[in-house]
T-cell receptor, first 112, second 112 residues
Framework: EDQVTQSPEALRLQEGESSSLNCSYT??????LFWYRQDPGKGPEFLFT???AGEEKEKERLKATLTKKESFLHITAPKPEDSATYLC?????????????FGTGTQLKVEL | DVKVTQSSRYLVKRTGEKVFLECVQD?????MFWYRQDPGLGLRLIYF???????EKGDIPEGYSVSREKKERFSLILESASTNQTSMYLC???????????FGAGTRLSVL
């Protein structure tokens, strides 16, 4: 069974204080690993897809990396508007319908 | 931009009522999904559909059914609502090339 574990559950940073969020996964062959951002009361918003170990993707202050067992979302010099819950999900290579298995998320709060 | 529209943002129903949640997408995507999201449990897949009139059970289908009569519309039905179905319901769609799931804004359902 595919599993995704995210840590920490919650993270409080000062503005400008860089940090990383972790996503550990077990899957029977990885087709893709997805990062989403979710603001309170809204649906998740797509950030990145990573397909193979060693791959990296960047968007503004966010950088996602992937190994064979985990992914990191690095946040450089965060701002208050980066406050959100960050979700990680995996898609197995086999099995039907492009299903994703999600972690429970990391709730990030960036303070002034 | 992908647009996924859920018919209601907030819904209050009574125990035993039949409830319909509607989702419409404008991207001609083949795949559509219904999730529920609860604190500490993350997103859990209820049902998905990879084509018109096709449906597959997800991880927690009990107490729910779905309907997909047209490609752009995917409905979630609670035949007899119960209090343990109080939750945030999220609809998502994806194509067959990039497999990225795009989410609607969600419907917060309260069953009293």
């Amino acid at each position: 069974e595919d599993q995704v574990t995210q840590s920490p559950e919650a993270l409080r940073l000062q503005e400008g204080e860089s940090s990383s969020l972790n996503c550990s996964y077990t899957v029977s062959g990885l087709r893709g690993l997805f990062w989403y951002r979710q603001d309170p009361g809204k649906g998740p918003e797509f950030l990145f897809t990573l397909y193979s170990a060693g791959e990296e993707k960047e968007k503004e202050r966010l950088k996602a990396t992937l190994t064979k067992k985990e992914s990191f979302l690095h946040i450089t010099a965060p701002k208050p508007e980066d406050s959100a819950t960050y979700l990680c999900a995996v898609q197995p290579r086999t099995g039907g319908g492009n299903k994703l298995t999600f972690g429970t998320g990391t709730q990030l709060k960036v303070e002034l | 931009d992908v647009k996924v529209t859920q018919s209601s943002r907030y819904l209050v129903k009574r125990t035993g009522e039949k409830v319909f949640l509607e989702c419409v997408q404008d991207m001609d995507h083949e795949n559509m999904f219904w999730y529920r999201q609860d604190p500490g449990l993350g997103l859990r897949l209820i049902y998905f559909s990879y084509d018109v009139k096709m449906k597959e059970k997800g991880d927690i289908p009990e107490g729910y059914s779905v309907s997909r009569e047209k490609k752009e519309r995917f409905s979630l039905i609670l035949e007899s609502a119960s209090t343990n179905q109080t939750s945030m319901y999220l609809c998502a769609t994806s194509g067959t090339v990039k497999n990225i799931q795009y989410f609607g804004a969600g419907t917060r359902l309260s069953v009293l």
